[in-house]
């Protein structure tokens, strides 16, 4: 991260040192959690670059080298948006979580193992954000002066599928640093989804289930008219019944942003050998789909 001449913005990553005799657990910390969009910088609203302006510290949350790409967006959104005031960064390493078998699920979990691996998973889960709010708390204590506002960039909007907001809850619940926080809404990938390809996302009336990939290996949501599909890897839409139709994004809002829509039988070769070759070139994919009965997907009003 770094200035442009041109703006007066001015970064730096040098820790504050902690102000004599005052220990970090009496300030108050002050945090904005700003939704940022799904991958394309435009996506800012107004709410998030005023938000990004009165940050005196964006925490960079650092997951390694994975995902490197993903990091440089934020700190292109932080170049642009952040005008005529200076502002640091700190990173925060997020430890990586313990390796835990994904529960098993459908007519193939033995009985009793499924709830069983439920649990470990959870658990792996709650260790982990706890591991990640101690990093965090540690950088707020840290590296934020009392009385300043951190920030920190959330992809997409905080309230859908991140743990953000869980983990400060930790933060603050450790009563080792005093916290406040507002959220900033954003623009999320199933909003970008539904824009790029022009559809409505539910049916007249009609409701509409946001599940996961590891979900949908269970089956489709009962009675559901209309299911969104994130954190899929596992491509669980090959196992759907092939009539459904597909609503199929990838790296949405990117410049490598892919769309594909059509029948499940018909497209969902098309859309793995897609995946596969972005995984291959950029080490990572992100993708959302959305299905439902055929015919359904055209544009329309309530
Ligand atoms: C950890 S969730 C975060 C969701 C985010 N908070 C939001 O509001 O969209 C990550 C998942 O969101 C979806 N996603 C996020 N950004 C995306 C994008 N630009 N293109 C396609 N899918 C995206 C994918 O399903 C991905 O696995």
Not at 45 to 65: F, H, M, S, Y
Not at 96 to 113: E, Q
Not at 191 to 198: D, S, T
Request: aromatic content about 4%; charged content about 25%.
């Amino acid at each position: 991260m770094g200035s442009t001449p041109a703006a007066r913005t001015t970064c730096s990553s040098v820790a504050m040192p902690l102000a004599k005799g005052i220990s970090p657990t009496l300030m108050k910390r002050l945090l904005s959690v700003i939704g940022i969009g799904a991958g394309n910088p435009d996506h800012m609203t107004v709410q998030a670059i005023d938000a990004l302006n009165r940050a005196d510290v964006i925490l960079i949350p650092d997951k390694g080298e994975e995902k490197a790409d993903l990091a440089r967006l934020r700190t292109g959104i932080c170049e642009r948006f952040i005008r005529d005031r200076s502002y640091r960064t700190a990173v925060v390493r997020i430890p990586p979580r313990r390796a835990v078998a994904v529960p098993a699920t459908g007519a193939d979990a033995p009985s009793g193992d499924a709830g069983r691996l439920d649990a470990d998973y959870r658990s792996a889960v709650e260790d982990w954000h706890e591991a990640i709010a101690v990093a965090y708390e540690r950088v707020l204590a840290e590296e934020v002066v009392d009385g300043e506002r951190a920030a920190i960039l959330v992809w997409g909007d905080p309230s859908l599928y991140d743990s953000t907001l869980r983990i400060l809850e930790r933060v603050a619940a450790r009563g080792r640093i005093e916290l406040d926080w507002d959220v900033i809404p954003g623009i999320t990938s199933i909003q970008a989804l539904a824009a790029r390809h022009r559809i409505v996302l539910n049916e007249i009336g009609g409701s509409v289930t946001i599940t996961t990939g590891r979900r949908l290996v269970e089956g489709l949501p009962a009675g559901a008219a209309t299911t969104v599909v994130m954190l899929d890897g596992e491509e669980a839409f090959r196992a759907l019944d092939p009539d459904l139709e597909i609503v199929w994004g990838a790296y949405l809002g990117m410049e490598r942003e892919i769309l594909v829509r059509g029948r499940i039988g018909d497209v969902a070769g098309e859309i793995a050998r897609l995946r596969a070759a972005a995984k291959a070139q950029h080490g990572w994919v992100m993708d959302i789909y959305m299905v439902r009965p055929a015919g359904k997907a055209a544009s329309g009003h309530d």
